[in-house]
């Protein structure tokens, strides 16, 4: 029998018997080949050896580098020793008090200042990468006319002669301004132009709020309030004071064994906020539905009538208007709605709760005075052509405004246009005169964000462009020559009459005192007739829109240049670079959407075109769109991210952040950058935990479930069971505790973590590819209606598959996620060069330099948390844009001299700040004694806002971190992933939830 | 019978000759070995073995011994070495020539014996161009535990001078071969004396004897052809040239001296030991530090506090040049550049990698090592070289063995307890408080 291998062997062909026996076909050398295209072998192997020659022999040359002293060294700085300044962060939406770390007269970090009252060494997301902003190179770097550089004197010479010729009202238009010198400054120009006014607006307004209250924010303190109803206010993402606030919710959020109590909070809102993942019990409800919502507790709380269960959110509705009657003084209602209604009858329930003094303090803030009706006027004015000049003091209005396009004609209008803001934005390219304000790390000034709490800001570094503080803009065209500083020190004299008390006020950055002007009166709704325009309101049909801000962008847009906070994903929909309409699950299958798919939406006669992400939590029938997006003329990493919603706002009674909108779906498909895409735990419990109050005040010992492994001698804890040997920590054994319960997922620690460890931005594509860089993320996980109970009745894979589909309205934990620093690193075991290994001091050491980049090692984590360096983002142009803090010489500035900028090809991950553990025991060491307990910390837990994050030397045993674990040991403290015993030096205490625990099936 | 023998005559030479070569030869390795111990373990390694072995030659007991050995590396090796004189004179010897009661005060206060007007402390100072030893705050218990160790070491070579050596340019045995036979043992020498002068005389009388024997034979007239053939017969060398067995050998040595020269300059690349480039302004460390006695941390002000130390600034040159030699072509430069607010720009000679971190605050303010130790003999230096390899395999040879400073030390008081619990036996070195772990110098 023969088997031929093909038709030729049968026809013996000679071609073919000619090579049949042999293994492999003859290869024609290349260098016979006709073909001129095709490389010829031996030439390209000649070439190349000549180029590896060459380019051996020419980097054997040594560079000449150059040490360049000071020629006059200032006294106070040394070579590569960090300088902290106290200053402040406002930029008309979040206030925070901050130091500002210096290297040789660069900032390079921001922290926040302990000593402050208001936020207590806490630090939002967006103040943690305000640094970058500095060294944006996307700032208007000179004076302007039309656009075109201008010296500084021709600028001035032409607006004081124009100014002075001025017929018309003169206005300057800004956010809301807290400094009083600004405030006196304003007022010196407008003594010497009488005709001038002062309209401040914020993008994200809340004069309603303002006209409840006699035209100031109440002084919430959420630190006192044992029952919590918010209405649409996401105060802890970023509603008004978002810091201040959480770090007052969190005091009555923390719990021991000694302390069985926690606060309960109840929040109605539309799109899942960040607040609302953090609430107990959380009602997805319309936009307009909140007005019904105002009453009802209203009608409940004031007048003593009973909550009408017939409305889907009734049941809990009366519940919390029985829990908020019941803790009378202790209850705090909040609302985030604009309409003044609506905050009349906020206003008159906190009243009648008697909550004055003790969750509504004496000090008012006054980090919102934005009023929509005199906005709307001036713009209104400015196109009827009686405005004679127009300055933006650092506003946007033609971008953040509802009204921008009639901004945007008004500008023409008017004769005599100025600009202060740092670039030639959407507003300033329209201006005839910039006037760049300097950047507020360059600059002098004070605030004021409470009544009777004062602080400062100082320059860390001369201006690094021909810029000018607005401030002594405004003085110099007033006829004032003196400098704003001079100008501030004088107005502080009542306060600071020595110059020791000015110093140590400097030097502290905040001070007590009063100094604002007290905020015009506004007149507020009455409660009855407040009452009856909102019951007298007609129905909504159609689906509604909801205007939110993201943690991450405000609605100004200003940070839309920064590219940390591009690519810092969004606490709930881990999406970044864009907004997008988040919908509801219900209304994606009717529609037949999916992810990405681009849909039109319209309302006002104006539209945008957004891809479609499905949010959990989303209230059926709405969409949810982010303000702040969509800048045009931001800058090279902020133009075109995303789309401009703030047309879509609706103009009655001040501007209301919603809308009826129609939606249309294109044939485009935009992919969204989320940097989580699983969405559920699927049950299992051993990587986060979670349990109820109820439980935890029966027996705080049963609330965590630890895992038993099975050995010889019977189930045991999986460290009873070890292949690896243990190691013995003789000096320091560093560790970190994260409780759940405090952590509400702001991500202020992933930018800490950013800007301290350079991490790369790798930009939108690279997110989707599952490549971004950082160290630190914030794993969120919605609960599931399915568990595992209905294996039986469902069967297996389709419990598996619907258990991956979150909850219509999910309940939502946080779990931060960095290296796990393991005793028993699986890393470290694989690693075939030894780039990861174990310190004495109980660290899992990464070492670039001996990196080959196999991923091994990110292969055998089971946490996921290392991370490659697929390209040189530091010099590959297709980072240029996106990581431009690593590219320019200017960018570079920013970047933490005291850690490597990673090559390509290497595996990092995060290193529980080991530069700053080193430089803590080096100090302790230069003062021959132990390092104290705080001193090292790590910049994740540094930055926290609520303190959930504990670093510290678990071999000390007096420090915070060994007193927790010992306290919670058995009771809370867990490590994830228990049963693989890989003995994280991390370690986390289970989230205690105020209300039923839906996250978990019922243990059978 | 004869004639065999005669055959056998340039093979036993040849034998001779190879026999010779060999004995050197293992001289030689033995004189490696002996070098080879006595630097690369260094000095823990000196310490230990070597000096308990010695108190019968010291006269002072191990501990003491022990002691003055991190005493010395400490204070005393960045210039004074036992058997040579390096920046001060050599040490051995030191109590013939001086008593006990001279030293102490001398090491405790030099510039005071000097003043005192001491006879021979001032021919000392004046012998040593007037340069003047630092005073050392040590006890006198310290200062003799120090002598007691210098005795012990005394005439031992050169080569077992610890950090010195280890500091030397040629550091990782690449010296080994200069100098090897100076390691071997008396005995040796004697021995390869006597062996050469017999085989000299061996060799000298086989070939009398065979010359005779040929004169003899050549007289003989009843020899056959044969026999004349292996009378007249030569050492073929061009036999010898064209062996193969040879040209092997020799090919393969060539090829192993090619290949670790290769591979040694490869190495090389990017090591820039002895780096002395033109600076701007020749600005002498010789007569600042070395001669006018300059502080280091005077000028390198933040040397104590700061991972750099700093290279002043040029406020710091006007503390004394606003005053002193004004005239000078290269001080009027730093005039220059402070008019024209233009910074002198230095050619940096220490460049460490990005990668790798450095602090000098860590080694002079806690280590407490004195800035000869990595930057060798700064004082004598009239344009500044790199003086150590600033290799991680420097950096982590000193680390092994270079003990903890850690008297008087707070942070490491449990450490060092700890230490002396579980194993006292071992000096506590840098690297056994985790020293030598990656992520102290790479992050």
Known sequence: MKYWKGIEELESAPEFMQSAFAEFMPVKESHESKDDTSAPRRDFLKLMGFGVGAAVLASCETPVIKAIPYLNKPEEIDPLISNFYASTYFTGSDYNAVLVKAREGRPI????????????????????AAVLSLYDGGRLQHFAIKGQKAEMKQVDQEIRTKLAGTTGRIAIVSHTIISPSTKKAIAEFAARYPNTTHVMYDAQSATGLLQANGGVVPGYDFSKANVIVSLGADFLGT??????????????????????????????????????????????????????????????????????????????????????????????????????????????????????GTTIGTASSNVRQGDDARMAALVNDMNNGSVGAVIFYNANPVFNHPMGDKVKAGIAKVPLTISFNDRLDETGSLCQYSAPDNHWLESWNDFEPKTGFLSLSQPVITPLFTTRQAQESLLHWAGNNTTYYRFLRANWRGITPTDAAWDKVVHDGVAMGTALPAAPAMTA?????????????????????????????????????????????????????????????????????????VVKVTANGHSIELPVLIQPGQTNGTVSIALGYGRTMAGKAGDKVGENAAPLALMANGIQYMNVVTLEKTSATSPIAQTQTHQTLMDRRPVVQENTLANYKKNPKEVTEYEKVSTPDGMEAPSKVSLWQDYQYNNHHWGMAVDLNSCIGCGSCVIGCQTENNTAVVGKQQ??????????????????????????????????????????????????????????????????????????????????????????????????????????????????????????????????????VRARGVMEKCSFCVQRIQLGKLEAKKQKRRPVDGEIVTACAQSCPTDAIVFGDMKDPKSRISQLLRREDGERAFHSLDSINVQPNVTYLTKIRNSESEFFGQEA | MNSIRLRSLPHLLLALVLTFAGIQQASAQEAATVKKEGVTPGA???????????????????????????????????????????????????????????????IKNSSKVVASGDEYAVALYNKFNKQQMPSFALSDKEITSIVAYITSEEGKTAAVAGVTAGNAPAADGAAAGSGAEAGAGKYMDILLIVLVVVLIVLVVTLVIIGNLMKDVLRGRKDLDGRD??????????????????????????????LLYEGVQSVMAVGLNQGYQPTQPIAFSHKLHAG??????????????????????????????????????????????????????????????????????????????????????????????????????????????????????NKYYDNLVKLHDTKNAGAPFTVSSNGGTECSKCHY
């Open chain 1, 767 to 900: 997110v989707i590819n599952r490549r971004e860089m950082h160290w630190m993320r914030i794993d969120r996980y919605y609960s599931s209606d399915t568990h595992k109970s209905d294996f039986d009745t469902k069967g297996k894979v389709a419990t598996y598959a619907a258990m991956e589909d979150p909850s219509e309205n999910p309940q939502v934990i946080f779990q931060p996620m960095m290296c796990q620093q393991c005793n028993h690193a699986p890393c470290e075991t694989v690693c075939p060069v030894l780039a990861t290994t174990h310190s004495s001091e109980g660290l899992n050491q990464m070492t670039y330099n001996r990196c080959i980049g196999t991923r091994y090692c990110a292969n055998n984590c089971p946490y996921k948390v290392r991370r490659f360096n697929w390209f040189s983002y530091y010099s590959n142009e297709k980072f240029e844009i996106v990581n431009g803090h690593m590219f320019t010489d200017l960018g570079r500035m920013v970047l933490n001299p005291d850690v490597t």
């Open chain 1, 525 to 597: 709704m009455s409660a009855a007739a407040a009452a009856s325009q909102l019951s007298g309101a007609a129905k909504q049909n159609g689906v509604e829109l909801a205007l939110y801000e993201k943690v991450g962008l405000s609605a100004t847009g200003c940070e839309a240049n920064n590219p940390f906070l591009q690519e810092l994903p969004d606490p709930i929909s881990k999406a970044t670079w864009g907004n997008y309409v988040a919908i509801p699950r219900a209304m994606a299958i009717t529609n037949k959407w999916e992810q990405g798919d």
């Open chain 1, 109 to 128: 970090k921001l922290e926040g200042n302990p000593e402050s009252p208001i936020t207590k060494g806490g630090l939002s997301a967006r103040a943690q």
């Open chain 1, 239 to 356: 509603w008004i004071s978002p810091v201040e606030y959480a770090k007052q919710y969190v005091v009555n959020r923390k719990v021991s064994t000694n302390k069985r109590t926690m606060s309960r909070h109840f929040q109605f809102e539309t799109a899942m906020s960040l607040t609302g993942s953090n609430a107990d019990v959380r009602v997805p409800v319309k936009p307009s539905q909140q007005g019904a919502i105002a009453l009802a507790l209203y009608n409940a709380v004031v007048s003593g009538g009973s909550v009408s269960t017939s409305t889907p959110y009734g049941k809990q509705l009366a519940t919390a208007a029985a829990e908020l009657k019941a803790s009378g003084s202790a209850g705090l209602v909040v609302s985030g709605s604009n309409d003044p209604a609506v905050q009349s009858l906020v206003t008159a329930i906190n009243q009648a709760l008697g909550n004055g």
């Open chain 2, 228 to 257: 004349i053939e292996i009378l007249e017969q030569r050492f073929d060398w061009g036999k010898f040239y064209r062996s193969p067995v040879l040209r092997g050998i020799v090919g393969v040595v060539f090829a192993l001296v």
């Open chain 2, 44 to 106: 823990t390694a000196a310490a230990t073995p070597a000096t308990v072995a010695a108190p019968a030659a010291g006269g002072g007991d191990a501990a003491a011994i022990a002691a003055g050995d991190a005493l010395f590396k400490g204070n005393c090796a960045q210039c004074h070495a036992i058997n040579e004189q390096v920046v001060g004179p050599a040490l051995g010897g030191i109590t013939k020539r001086r008593p006990i009661s001279w030293l102490l005060p001398w």
């Open chain 2, 291 to 408: 001669t006018n006695q300059i502080n280091c941390a005077y000028c390198h002000t933040s040397v104590y506090k700061s991972k750099s130390a700093n290279i002043p600034s040029a406020n710091i040159c006007m503390n004394c040049h606003s005053q002193i030699k004004t005239e000078s072509p290269e001080i009027k430069k730093i005039y220059r550049a402070i008019e024209r607010k233009q910074p002198i720009q230095w050619v940096r000679i220490h460049n460490l990698p990005d990668l790798a971190y450095f602090n000098h605050s860590q080694h002079t303010q806690v280590a407490g090592l004195q800035c000869q130790t990595c930057h060798g003999p700064i004082q004598n230096m009239e344009v500044v070289y790199q003086y150590s390899a600033l290799t991680m395999g420097w950096c982590i040879n000193c680390h092994r063995e270079m003990p903890l400073n850690t008297k008087d």
